[in-house]
């Protein structure tokens, strides 16, 4: 089976539900609909170029019904992160993925102000061009037996790829993860026996399907379960998102801490009455967040953790088993060894190493990437490059990225760790980030990005309270905003460079 023909499975059974409403445009579609339109852009896709195909579309029924067409079509949609550098990312999926024609909208290219780059096909020239043969041609042929159906589209191996997509580059350039029809599939199973979902489910989908996190609980897992999926292309719009939840009733939500945060502060008393789910995840989620969402709202934010490379959701809280502040227990045929970051022996339960994962959940590899792949997958096992520790209760607590560690005095720090400690001491509204820079005499400084300016000396002797010394940011930086990737994550490569560069022009900084 493969994701669009489980699609097809899904139409031909519920062909006059809802399927897609799409509050960008205000369009309403239903599940025929839906499979006439992939059909016909499907024949279309046909015409270009074998193998892959960009796609740079927002969070939409366009975005949806493309990606499914490509699909059908035998391509595979590489998802471009139009966020931000829409036209550098544009090029570089180019040349590491070797292909030309981008599908995309004029619209979206003149709200972003990005110019058009070669090989760039708009979506309103593509409907606009559609005949009424081509109308008809489809409308046959979603009337045939699915069985047959299927069998008309692309029916190669499960194994073969359904999307490649970017990691976030937070760290170093992105790389291409590619995706399989059978790793998607194994996590839409996963996640339908930890969360019990059912034909009744109704998603508010405003993460960027350039995300996995939005690929796959915004997109592929509604689909698969013929759902309703309420699009909106803009997760920053706090109050629209607020406005669709309170009017529509979503069964669930998912999102990142910032963008609850901004749902918080701009939502009233009942907006989320009729959540099941409200799921947080791609950064920790603050007690803090958690504890004002249930105040206001009586809703419980589940956290989960997840990476590009496994589909992305290795774990999750739910809500008949959840422990606050961890990011759950293993979905089901997922399974997680925490190893010693040294010596590579399996660390005992509550003891803190590197988490590799093995499933049918884990990418087929990085495309065009060897090395990469090899140094992430070693037997079987895939490298996360996070750290954390398992409890004696079976629940995976993650406590950073092995680069968000700093080596001092021979002893490993958490800078997540400092953060969650600052944070708890900063004003409402306050963001923190703490990163590494380089120090000529010891080795490594730990500075502390704050959004407010603090006093240094006090907020020194009340971390000191909760923190070793070594530990202890002796450095404190303001940035009125923090940079942010695409997918609301706080983007720590950025941060980092500003503040390496910020005490360069400003050496007394160092001191301080």
């Known amino acids: 089976m493969l994701l669009h023909q489980k699609f097809i499975d899904s139409a031909k059974l519920f062909g006059d539900k809802l399927a897609i409403h799409d509050f960008t445009t205000s369009k309403k579609v239903n599940y025929d609909r839906a499979l006439i339109a992939s059909l016909i852009l499907a024949g279309i896709f046909k015409k270009l ?30 998802m471009i992160n139009y966020s931000t550098g829409a036209e550098q990312n544009a090029r570089f999926a180019q040349r590491k993925c070797d292909f030309k024609s981008i599908i995309t909208s004029k619209a979206l290219l003149e709200k972003i102000e990005c110019p058009y780059v070669d090989g760039m ?14 109308k008809v041609k489809a409308a046959l042929l979603s009337k045939l037996p699915a069985k047959l159906l299927k069998k008309l589209v692309f029916s190669g191996s499960d194994q073969s790829n359904a999307a490649i997509l970017f990691t976030s580059g937070s760290e170093k350039d992105p790389k291409a993860v590619q995706l399989t029809h059978r790793n998607i599939l194994a996590n839409i ?14 998603f508010l989908s405003t993460l960027p399907y350039f995300h996995v996190f939005g ?20 997760p920053l719009e706090y109050s629209k998102v607020c406005e669709i939840a309170r009017k529509h009733s979503p069964s669930l939500m998912v999102g990142t801490p910032s963008f609850f945060w901004g749902y918080l502060r701009k939502s009233e008393a009942g907006d989320f009455d009729s959540l099941r789910i409200a799921l ?21 934010l589940l956290e989960g953790y997840g990476a590009t490379e496994c589909s992305p959701v290795i774990s999750a809280n739910c809500p008949e088993d959840n422990c606050p502040g961890s990011v759950g227990k293993p979905v089901a045929g997922v399974q997680v060894r925490i190893e010693n970051y040294e010596t590579g022996e399996e660390c005992a339960p ?46 995976l607590w993650h406590v950073g990225r092995l680069k968000r560690f700093v080596k001092i005095g021979g002893e490993m720090v958490s800078l997540v760790k400092i953060e969650d400690v600052l944070e708890k001491l900063l004003p409402d509204d306050a963001l923190c980030s703490v990163v590494e820079v380089p120090d000529a005499v010891k080795g490594a ?15 020194m002797k009340q ?26 994550k706080i983007d720590f490569k950025t941060i980092t460079e500003m503040a390496r560069e910020e005490l360069t022009l400003d050496p007394k900084k160092k001191k301080n």
């Open 215 to 234: 690929l796959t609980v915004n997109m592929w897992i509604p689909l698969y379960h013929a759902n309703t999926i309420l699009t909106y292309a803009n």
């Open 49 to 78: 170029e074998k193998g892959n195909i960009g796609l740079m579309l927002p969070t939409s029924a366009g975005c949806i019904l493309a990606k499914i067409a490509i699909l059908m079509s035998g391509r595979t949609p590489v």
């Open 350 to 395: 509550g003891e803190d190493g590197r988490i590799l994962i093995k499933g049918e959940n884990v990418m087929r590899g990085y495309f065009n990437d060897f090395e990469q792949t090899s140094l992430h997958i070693r037997r079987g096992w895939y490298d996360t490059g996070d750290m954390g520790n398992i409890d004696a209760n079976g629940y």
């Open 445 to 459: 400084r730990i500075v502390a990005v704050t959004t407010v300016e603090l006093e240094r000396k006090a907020i």
């Open 189 to 202: 199973e996963s996640c339908t026996e930890r969360f019990k979902f059912t034909n009744d489910e109704v």
């Open 280 to 300: 947080c995840g791609a950064d920790k989620c603050p007690d803090s967040l958690r504890d004002a969402f249930q105040e206001k709202h009586g809703i419980t």
């Open 463 to 488: 971390l000191a309270e909760q923190l070793p010394a070594i530990a202890i940011p002796k450095t404190f930086l303001v940035m009125e905003n923090l940079p942010k990737m695409g997918s609301g």
């Open 121 to 134: 096909i708009y979506i309103e020239d593509i409907m606009d061009k559609i005949s009424g043969l081509q």
